[in-house]
């Protein structure tokens, strides 16, 4: 059964950081990409951020700069590092292990305001 269990979102003021982890279960999790992506209100869910298997990562260019997606295969775990968060980042963010089928975690929330 595979599992992906998201942490590490909260409230955060503007120009604050916050480091969400994703620990995945059940896959060769070194053998796949993983991805966050998010999901505002009204708004369609959106690719934050990915790394491939060989440690290859590209970026939305809302977040280049700001966010950086890694990997610990030791961990089976992906990390999404936040700085210099804005209040259009607040959404839920959603780890997605890139295989077919593609499985996602529940989400964990990340609201940036003052």
């Known amino acids: 059964q595979v599992q992906l269990v998201e942490s590490g979102g909260g409230l955060v003021q503007p120009g604050g950081t916050l480091r969400l982890s994703c620990a995945a279960s059940g896959i060769m999790f070194r053998c796949y990409a993983m991805g966050w992506y998010r999901q505002a209100p009204g708004n369609q869910r959106e690719l934050v951020a990915r790394i491939s298997s060989g440690g290859d990562t590209n970026y939305a260019d809302s977040v280049k700069g700001r966010f950086t997606i890694s990997r610990d295969n030791a961990k089976n775990t992906v990390y999404l590092q936040m700085n210099s968060l804005k209040p259009e980042d607040t959404a839920v963010y959603y780890c997605?292990?890139?295989?077919?089928?593609?499985?996602w975690g529940q989400g964990t929330q990340v609201t940036v305001s003052s």
């Open positions: 997605k292990a890139i295989l077919l089928p593609p499985y």
